[in-house]
């Protein structure tokens, strides 16, 4: 399916120009400098022009014949004791059908043949290898990427269904910790029903590290010490994901640990529910990221002022960004063979300088066959509300008794993953989330 991706970026380039595409595949990582190795993971943009999955290769893409050179390591037996195979380069052949392969030492013998004039590169450190080569290419680094995040932004079919799939498997194991879970586990046995039930299904890596905080810790927006014990009263935020072929699920799902939601815990849980189904439902071609985000926050702060915990105007409330001392993430990002996609920012258009919205990941027009997460959030961090309590601007806003109470309260937060299609949007992610469904599945 990778030669699908190839034409695509083929097609961006001018074919009458006497030009290359160079690009380095991922290395072989290491902790620190001890043989111990990382598990393998190909940088995105190789394995979405290559779909190979192995260390120290490199491609050429001849934009002028519009072919595709692969060039792969060549092993000793070594290399076959501690790894186990050697693969043949008719192996190679019939599993990555290049147009040409070649071992890696015959890189610089193929550059000088192909003579390019010009050869793209994907950063500086390429770029500066092709350069101290001293053949008199000239070496470009802005083109290449700005074509392959167009490729990677809007989804072939078969990528989306990669993410379909990764999206069934992490259905399955949301599903099982939610059922799973009681009072008195530690965060990290939580974990390992995750990775337990996506492991069993097939998908092997994490597409990120993951979330697993009970109480407080969901407060915390890059909590990954998942290390504390869940207690009885405390909702429980998991945002997690494993990756199919590359592609990444990146949900978060918050639920009681035991099973059963306290007054509080469902109307703050409700705010935020609310608002990410208005948000999903206003997902089409021509919707705008930073629109969605406004109005996930509005809706939230209105769920916050039908509690009590916000008084005054609902404008002023905006106007003011009282919202950012509660929702100061963005509302979601591209999702793809990164978790945090490319393309969010297309070029010209710059971070919206204002609390609350200023991390938002992108910030672009819709258009179908875009994957993007909705992932409204309310929290509720002593260090942002205790200096709001203390200036009066932002107090006067603040029923100061209501926000104390919930100082140790964490934070909720539902993000789902969602294909942008012609006519509006499939939602990937089927994991309970109203409350009477949480508590069903629960009581299980
Ligand atoms: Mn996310």
Redesign the pocket.
Known sequence: MHHIHREKLFSLFDDNQNGVVFIQGADTMYRYSTDYEFPFRQESNFWYLTGANEADCALILDLKKEEYHLFVPKRDAQYAVWHGYVKTLEQYQKEYNPDHLHYSNELLHVLNELKPDTVYCLDEEQAEYIEDLDRGFEVETEALIDALTYCRVLKTDWELDQMREACRVNDLAYTEVMKSIRPGMFEYELKAIFSKVNLENGLLLDAYNGIFASGVNASILHYVENNSKVNDGDLFLM?AGYECNGYAA?Y?RTFPANGTFTETQAGIYNAVLNAQNQVIEEVKPGAKMEDLHMLAARVMMQGLLDLGVLKGSLDEIMEENIFALFFPHGL??F?GLD??DVGGYPKGVDRIDRPGIKFLRARRELLPGMVI?I?PGLYFVPAVLEPAIEDPEKAKYLNIERVKSLMNFGGIRI?DDVVVTETGYENLTNVPKAIEEIEKLMSN
């Open positions: 945002d990146d978060t979601g990002h999702l978790t945090h997460t992932e993000e």
